[in-house]
């Protein structure tokens, strides 16, 4: 389902519907992709310092980055070529709400072509902003570790890193992502595309989710359970985000019947320190008024 609005609509707001509202907020008033509210259903806001990137591995076919480049290329004129955009380091800054923050959802914080320096300026502004929590992810886990190894790159309590793994193949990602000294290590498996067995020894959160669009290649539910009762035998925090399909949301996201939107144990304690919680954690329902 897509929902469209326009300013000064009022629609309802649950829970289940909240990621689609969000995104179909950022879309009425005109957002463009540097930061804004998600429909990603584990994070609230993206934030963009650097758009583009180059595919590394299996997961990278049909990347969501590079489609939304082709669709709106008037937002990228660079189109997938890594850019670094030094004029939106600032922007958290400027973020009141405490929030779940994607680093880089076009992009690879730790591609080759983004100097240390850049990656530095980065890690300033997370340090400045200690209210949101920061998302990394990467399929790059060997350039994060040669910089934290050999040139010093330092993590905030605030930064959550975590690598992709869509398959076997790529479970040695987690080998450089445990010897990072960080709060919270964490795993994306999207697109999950084949069974995994994995040792979570020192890992604090799991994320699930099927591949979506026209040629999605369709994951086994089998797998799914399979690394969630990994998760579970092992205390680790899981979460589904989606079955895949035509559409993100055409499978749904229930697995036995339920929702698995496990966070991190700090994720509550951050919270609980900051006071606010974001739309999506709060399981809101009511009328949101679409005004400016
Ligand atoms: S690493 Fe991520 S952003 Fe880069 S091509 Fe692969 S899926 Fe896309």
């Known amino acids: 389902m897509v929902l469209f609005v326009k300013k000064n609509d009022i629609v309802q707001v649950n829970y289940y519907n909240s990621g689609q509202v969000a995104s179909a907020v950022n879309l009425a008033y005109g957002k463009n992709m540097s930061s804004i509210n998600t429909g990603i259903e584990w994070t609230d806001k993206t934030w963009n310092p650097t758009t583009g990137c180059d595919k590394v591995s299996p997961g990278c076919l049909h990347c969501y980055a590079e489609v939304l480049t082709q669709r709106f290329p008037q937002n990228f004129p660079n189109g997938f070529k890594l850019t670094l955009h030094p004029g939106r380091?600032?922007?958290?800054?400027?973020?009141?709400?405490?929030?779940?923050?994607?680093?880089?959802?076009?992009?690879?914080?730790?591609?080759?072509?983004?100097?240390?320096?850049?990656?530095?300026?980065?890690?300033?502004?997370?340090?400045?902003?200690?209210?949101?929590?920061?998302?990394?992810?990467?399929?790059?886990?060997?350039?994060?570790?040669?910089?934290?190894?050999?040139?010093?790159?330092?993590?905030?309590?605030?930064?959550?890193l975590g690598v992709s793994v869509e398959n076997q193949n790529y479970v040695n990602r987690l080998d450089y992502l445990r010897e990072i000294p960080v709060s919270v290590r964490f795993i994306s498996c999207e697109p999950l595309l084949g069974a995994l067995k994995l040792d979570l020894t020192d890992i604090h959160w799991v994320i699930v989710g099927g591949e979506s669009g026209q040629k999605h290649r369709p994951m086994q539910i089998s797998w799914v359970e399979d690394i969630r009762d990994q998760c579970q035998a092992e205390k680790v925090a899981f979460f589904f985000k989606q079955v895949g399909g035509r559409t993100p949301k055409a499978?749904?996201?229930?697995?036995?019947?339920?929702?698995?939107?496990?966070m991190p144990s700090v994720w509550y304690q951050h919270v609980a320190k900051w006071g606010t919680l974001p739309l999506k954690a709060t399981k809101f329902s009511g009328q949101l008024e679409l005004t400016v």
């Open 251 to 262: 499978g749904g996201r229930l697995l036995d019947n339920q929702i698995w939107d496990e």
């Open 89 to 160: 380091l600032q922007e958290p800054l400027g973020w009141r709400t405490p929030s779940r923050v994607f680093v880089n959802s076009m992009s690879d914080l730790f591609h080759e072509d983004v100097p240390l320096e850049f990656i530095n300026e980065v890690i300033s502004t997370i340090k400045q902003t200690p209210r949101h929590i920061y998302q990394i992810l990467t399929k790059r886990p060997e350039r994060l570790h040669d910089l934290v190894v050999n040139f010093n790159l330092e993590f905030p309590e605030n930064v959550w």
